[in-house]
């Protein structure tokens, strides 16, 4: 009988504090020489959105790789979330500081990650440095307003439907009210046609107008091209939209530092948030942070 190995596997949600709420994700550790077939193959064993195999790295503290079912993605917010807490909970990671630092490699680039240690709750918040916003391609209001079954009166006139990244690109399209995000019901194959030789990776629509008194924005976020029609809660979509933000005027800026809380998945009954950090103003916005807590829902091992 051939040997197994053993990997540690855990089950968190991330952008949350309630179990069952937020994104979740699975995470396996100790990752080093598994091969691609073999991540996919995981993967789609899971049937999560996204798994994230953690490993060594020559470049920075961790490595990660991010697999959907489908294939393989660069980066990816909520997963990054959710294996930073896996490993705080398995003692590979130490939060003695106030503030502590790591370093991420991804395929896309290393990133900068912070943990803020929360000694009232002991539920960390980790906090990852976006690039800069760009401001990309603009589009036809209408054609998005029928993709998504409202009407032009929905739509804020005075903005553009935008492509903005801080990472991964996402098209912003800001609405008036929540009933906005009440009424929609997406034409999926418009939606998908609408993306095809688009610059944008999914769709963001949100509204100011907020369920909890201690959110600034609300969110549904729709990747139908990724095989996720409705995301719960979008890290990258949020670092995004918070460039949008502040270009537009859709918030005051604080010196030096912007902090908004974007509420997220009440839609498909995960609620989460993600609480996101932009430094500098409308004519020039120097740095995003994108951050989170996530909870820990199941270990266990893998046999390989």
Same mark, same amino acid.
């Given at each position: ?26 995470? !396996? ?6 091969? $691609? ?19 060594? @790295?020559?470049? #920075?503290?961790? $490595? ?14 909520? /997963? ?29 680039? !290393? ?33 998005? #307003? ?6 032009? #009166? ?20 800001? !609405? @008036? ?54 995301? /719960? ?22 010196? /030096?530092?912007? @902090? ?10 995960? /609620? ?33």
């Amino acid at each position: 009988m051939r040997r197994q190995r053993e990997l540690k596997i855990m089950h968190v949600d991330a952008f949350t504090d309630i179990p069952f709420g937020g994104n979740p994700a699975t995470v !396996v550790l100790g990752a080093n020489h598994i091969s $691609k077939e073999n991540l996919l193959k995981i993967s789609r064993e899971f049937n999560v959105r996204e798994t994230v195999f953690v490993s060594s @790295s020559n470049r #920075a503290d961790f $490595k990660f790789r991010y697999m959907t079912p489908n294939g393989e993605l660069g980066f990816s917010g909520h /997963p990054t979330i959710a294996a930073f807490h896996a490993l705080i909970q398995e003692g590979l990671v130490e939060v003695v500081q106030d503030v502590n630092m790591c370093t991420l490699e991804t395929s896309t680039g !290393v990133l900068d990650v912070e943990i803020v240690r929360n000694d009232t709750t002991g539920n960390h918040e980790v906090q990852i440095l976006h690039s800069t916003p760009s401001f990309m391609e603009a589009y036809d209001p209408k054609d998005y #307003a029928e993709a998504l079954g409202l009407t032009l #009166a929905d739509f804020s006139t005075i903005n553009p439907i935008q492509t903005v990244s801080t990472g991964t690109p996402h098209l912003m399209i800001p !609405v @008036s009210t929540q009933r906005a995000l009440d009424n929609i019901s997406p034409d999926w194959k418009r939606l998908v046609e609408l993306g095809q030789d688009a610059d944008y990776v999914s769709v963001q629509v949100f509204t100011h107008d907020v369920r909890d008194v201690t959110s600034d924005f609300q969110v549904r976020h729709f990747a139908p091209r990724l095989g996720v029609n409705e995301d /719960p809660v979008s890290g990258s979509g949020a670092g995004a939209m918070a460039g949008y933000i502040l270009k537009y005027g859709l918030m005051d800026p604080s010196v /030096p530092v912007t @902090s908004i809380v974007v509420e997220q998945g009440h839609y498909v009954g995960r /609620p989460g948030n993600v609480f996101v950090e932009v430094t500098g103003d409308r004519e020039n916005i120097s740095q995003v942070r994108v951050g989170g807590t996530a909870v820990l829902i199941l270990r266990g091992t893998l046999f390989l």
